[in-house]
């Protein structure tokens, strides 16, 4: 934000030396030129309001991209728990019938 502030002096400045200024022509000239100092200073804060208006969406849409990512994550964390639950009960099965033939053959 520096530059707005030098284009805030640089607009009082001329606004100054044109309350001092000996002849008419030098006052529109001084008058015209803190003018223009602060249109550039009127742009110069538009700029930066966009750029952190811009900042602020990256940064709710990160927060949201965590979020959903973080979901997923749970998601995949109960599927994980699931699967591993049928292939316990698979195996579970597996080795009562495996006992159970044991016990026919002995």
């Not at 606004?15 to 008058?31: N, S, T, V, Y």
């Not at 811009?54 to 994980?80: C, G, H, I, P």
């Not at 195996?91 to 053959?105: Q, R």
Request: charged share 35%; glycine share 2%.
């Amino acid at each position: 934000m520096g530059t707005a502030v030098d284009y805030a002096e640089r607009a009082e400045e001329c606004r100054r030396l044109a309350k001092i200024a000996p002849r008419a022509e030098d006052w529109g000239h001084f008058i015209e030129m803190a003018e223009t100092w602060e249109m550039l200073l009127k742009h110069q804060q538009e700029k930066f309001a966009r750029q952190q208006e811009k900042f602020a969406r990256q940064q709710e849409q990160l927060a949201q991209q965590q979020e959903e990512l973080k979901q997923q994550q749970e998601e995949s964390r109960l599927q994980t728990i699931a699967l591993a639950d049928r292939f316990r009960n698979v195996l579970f099965l597996s080795d009562a019938a495996k006992e159970n033939n044991d016990e026919k053959a002995a």
